[in-house]
């Protein structure tokens, strides 16, 4: 074959190994949703983790570019530029064009970091309208572009950089592939963070340019998984010091390297996070069986030799790792991924590799400190207790039929449908709004469960108290799956539980509360995705006998300025007359401005005095600045809105807006009718639910113990910051 056709050969491959790609993109990115579209973000990202890891990089830049591409940076060696020996065109060519060829040729390192999926960055070339590619590497810097996979722009040397080498790739995901159509600041920064702490000593720094708000972070953790794990404690009270472990040993592909870190506090809850080359391992596997039977072995090995234990006792694993966080962290050269989601690590001589390295070296950490190792032990014994007593409780009631389902609450108002995935439960804050409820269902697929009086709060309480618990029964009882170890999801009576709740203070009280109890008691009903929050509405307005319903303030107001906004003329400072689609954008812009001065001035700040302060950079101050910094596009200052005349250009707007209207606020649930309550809140047809998700374990924890722990100044600190910040409360 001729240099020639061998050459076209390898190019018609390329083309449909891209197509395969275009063609069915979740094959080899899971997905097409905001999944997908921050997945390519990974895949670029972990190749200069590899760099990293193979001891070449010390700097990573990810960037949101204000036309909504992304651009990862690093000063790793350069993707290699000169010619491919065997492809006949330059090597990094190769590697952005053909699938699985993104590894180092030597095969030296561990190769799978590419996230989840590990496809590399030729699926990311392959699905990204544009990629531009610049190299640093010999002195020159090269450029090459790319669309949709193909090359649009060849090799060509652009400049000189002396002896600085590095990789930089900048790509805009195709949206005639992706639903999702931009890039979120907390979701790469969790990963970000992950990859940071996981990979010590790496420098990753994330800059946003999209949009309003510039955001900017450095992650670096030279302590790594230690500070994972002093991270995920912050809110916490310790009852150890950080314990660390780290071994290596060959398995059947070659070396696991495998790391721990650990700490226990005086939390009801564990937390576990496992990793394989970088990888979140959500669903365990061995090296989390490893780590799990070496800690049961050990405790009760040092206890019984101690005297701190006795037969009788009777601890579980579960008692052990009351209270306990922990990071375990594994690198293995071949690894499998199993499980529903491929995130259960398979590989089975990992489970004796860590384990031997944790029973080590955890057996000398208790013998050099005895007295954590005694508070260890204690703790393990009153869980051990908690746990007796609640299963003496749950026998008890079991004999009496309330927990096995035979029997449901008297409160419950069931519905008749039986089939799980057609039915909702609605948890019900009071007995009126109960009332309205069950009057306004649909009986066949809706049930009603009123909560009368307090839930308790789960952070707060061990598992006996929590199971005494009045509310918390009524709800075992009435979803079905039982709890702690007869927890069975495939019992749930219902798929979809609705929490419904008024709009006010108490209501958000108990919203929180019900939150924490499913998210530590029953995670898996969050992870499945059957618990739900009702968007009840906030106002009813009404004209000429015809009524609308409104679910928050932003959108009365937007409501009553576009009603008003016809017989006003507005004109920016300089006396131009605003067109009417950017009259109402000011508008806008000034009844935020409104609301954020009124907040601050609730909480006892002067608005004014904050603007003129430089060093306040707290939530409000900084989103206030913004918000000026925005209305002096239109030449005004913040002396027009407190002093002169914008505040009361805003007012009359809405007045006049507000001419023929009659708007009535809901004090609660309770003063809907049941047909009101029906139809804007319950009808399946017309409501509005949020479906609560987990995305980051980690940051759910943190919020958990945080909003319902026992650290008050923290809270305090957090509310403070975020009390303009609510939509970010995303759990
Ligand atoms: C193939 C071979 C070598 C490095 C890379 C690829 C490489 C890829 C990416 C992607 C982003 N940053 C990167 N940095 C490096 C080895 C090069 C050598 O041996 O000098």
């Given at each position: 074959m001729s240099e020639q056709s061998n050459y076209n050969a390898e190019n018609i491959q390329v083309l449909e190994g891209m197509e395969a790609v275009r063609k069915r993109p979740a094959m080899y990115i899971g997905d097409t949703g905001e999944r997908g579209y921050h997945h390519l973000v990974y895949e670029v990202v972990d190749n200069s983790i590899d760099e990293a890891l193979a001891g070449h990089c010390s700097m990573i830049d990810v960037i949101i570019n204000k036309d909504g591409s992304l651009t990862v940076r690093d000063n790793g060696r350069g993707i290699p530029v000169d010619m491919h020996p065997t492809q006949g065109k330059p090597a990094i060519e190769v590697v952005l064009t053909v699938l699985h060829a993104g590894g180092k040729f030597d095969g030296s390192n561990y190769k799978v970091s590419g996230g989840l999926h590990g496809v590399g960055v030729s699926c990311v070339n392959a699905l990204s309208d544009w990629m531009k590619v610049e190299v640093k590497r010999a002195g020159k810097i090269h450029h090459i572009e790319f669309s949709r996979g193909g090359v649009t722009k060849p090799l060509e040397v652009v400049g000189e950089c002396g002896d600085e080498t590095g990789t930089s790739v900048t790509f805009f995901p195709d949206h005639t592939i992706f639903s999702c159509r931009a890039f979120k600041w907390e979701t790469l920064c969790a990963r970000l963070r992950e990859l940071a702490f996981l990979n010590k000593g790496v420098t990753i720094h994330f800059r946003d340019d999209e949009g309003e708000a510039h955001h900017e972070e450095t992650f670096r953790y030279d302590g790594g998984i230690d500070q994972f794990v002093e991270w995920l404690n912050t809110n916490k009270k310790a009852l150890s010091p950080v314990i660390h472990f780290e071994g290596e040993k060959e398995g059947l592909t070659g070396m696991v390297q495998a790391e721990v870190s650990m700490q226990y506090t005086d939390s009801y809850s564990t937390l576990e996070q496992t990793y394989c080359n970088n990888i979140h391992t959500i669903e365990g596997g061995t090296h989390l069986s490893g780590f799990r039977a070496a800690l049961t072995r050990t405790i009760n090995r040092y206890g019984t030799e101690n005297k701190l234990l006795k037969e009788k006792d009777n601890l579980t694993g579960d008692d052990m790792r009351e209270g306990l966080t922990v990071i375990v962290s594994v690198k293995v050269p071949q690894p499998q991924f199993e499980g529903q989601t491929k995130t259960k690590l398979g590989n089975g001589e990992v489970e004796g590799i860590v384990g031997s390295i944790v029973s080590d070296r955890l057996m000398t950490f208790f013998e050099e400190n005895p007295a954590v190792a005694k508070t260890v032990i204690e703790k393990t014994l009153l869980a051990a207790r908690a746990r007796e007593a609640a299963r003496a409780a749950r026998e008890s009631t079991r004999r009496k039929g309330v927990m096995d389902g035979l029997s449901l609450p008297g409160k419950l108002r069931d519905c008749s449908e039986r089939d799980p995935s057609k039915t909702e439960l609605f948890l019900v804050e009071g007995d009126s709004a109960g009332g309205s409820a069950q009057t306004g269902?649909?009986?066949?697929t809706q049930a009603i469960l009123p909560l009368r009086g307090k839930v308790i709060n789960v952070e707060k309480a061990r598992i006996d108290r929590v199971l005494a618990n009045n509310e918390i029964r009524t709800l075992i009882t009435a979803i079905g799956c039982g709890f702690g170890e007869e927890w069975d999801i495939s019992k749930a009576r219902y798929h979809k539980i609705v929490i419904m709740t008024d709009a006010d203070v108490d209501g958000a009280h108990i919203r929180t509360l019900l939150l924490t109890f499913f998210y530590r008691k029953m995670p898996e009903l969050v992870e499945k995705g059957y618990v739900y929050l009702a968007q009840p509405p906030l106002y009813k307005v009404e004209r000429k006998k015809k009524s609308e319903y409104v679910l928050t303030d932003a959108e009365l107001t937007e409501k009553l300025l576009v009603l008003g906004i016809d017989d006003f003329e507005i004109k920016n400072k300089d006396g131009a007359v605003l067109e009417k689609d950017d009259a109402k954008k000011f508008l806008l812009l000034l009844a935020e401005i409104e609301s954020t001065v009124k907040m601050l001035e609730e909480r006892g700040f002067s608005a004014k005095d904050l603007l003129s302060d430089e060093a306040q950079q707290g939530g409000g101050a900084s989103m206030l600045k913004k918000q000026f910094s925005s209305l002096s596009g239109y030449g005004y200052g913040a002396e027009d809105y407190f002093g002169g005349g914008l505040k009361k250009l805003l007012d009359d707007v809405r007045a006049h807006g507000k001419q023929g209207l009659s708007v009535y606020r809901f004090?609660?649930?309770?003063?809907?009718?049941p047909e009101e309550l029906y139809n804007t809140t319950m009808n399946p047809e017309k409501r509005r639910m949020l479906r609560v998700k987990l995305s980051d374990t980690a940051a759910a924890d943190r919020m958990f113990t945080l909003l319902m722990?026992?650290?008050?100044e923290p809270r305090r600190k957090f509310i403070e910051d975020n009390a303009l910040n609510v939509r970010n409360l995303d759990f």
């Open positions: 269902r649909d009986r066949a004090k609660g649930l309770g003063e809907m009718d722990g026992d650290e008050v």
